[in-house]
């Protein structure tokens, strides 16, 4: 049985840091590319940021660039989200994603979720 397990959210102030942790178990957790997605309140879930198996490889939404960084330690089976210069815009419910291999920005081409994290970011 796959798990995906988020965990590291909460509450900072605009300009502060956060770091996201995604703990992934029933997986062959190197042969999976992994995302981060999020969903703020009446909108859709929108990728963040994407890394490949290897960690060779990564994406960012435009949004997040040079702000987020996204990681990976295939040895403790968990993919990172380190934001930095939280925005409020940044609210939202973030999710972590599995699929085979390859990235994808699309949210339908993952095949494993966790529950998620609250991230609240206040002015």
């Known amino acids: 049985q796959v798990q995906l397990v988020e965990s590291g959210g909460g509450l900072v102030q605009a300009g502060g840091s956060l770091r996201l942790s995604c703990a992934a178990s029933g997986v062959t957790f190197s042969a999976y590319a992994m995302g981060w997605f999020r969903q703020a309140p009446g909108k859709e879930r929108d990728i963040v940021a994407a890394?490949?198996?290897?960690?060779?490889?990564?994406y960012y939404a435009d949004s997040v660039k040079a702000r987020f960084t996204i990681s990976r330690d295939n040895a403790k089976n968990t993919v990172y989200l380190q934001m930095n210069s939280l925005k409020p815009e940044d609210t939202a419910v973030y999710y972590c994603?599995?699929?085979?291999?390859?990235?994808?920005?699309?949210?339908?081409?993952?095949?494993?979720w966790g529950q998620g994290t609250q991230v609240t970011v206040s002015s």
């Open positions: 994603a599995a699929r085979p291999l390859v990235v994808s920005t699309k949210k339908d081409e993952y095949n494993f």
């Open positions: 890394i490949t198996w290897s960690g060779d490889s990564t």
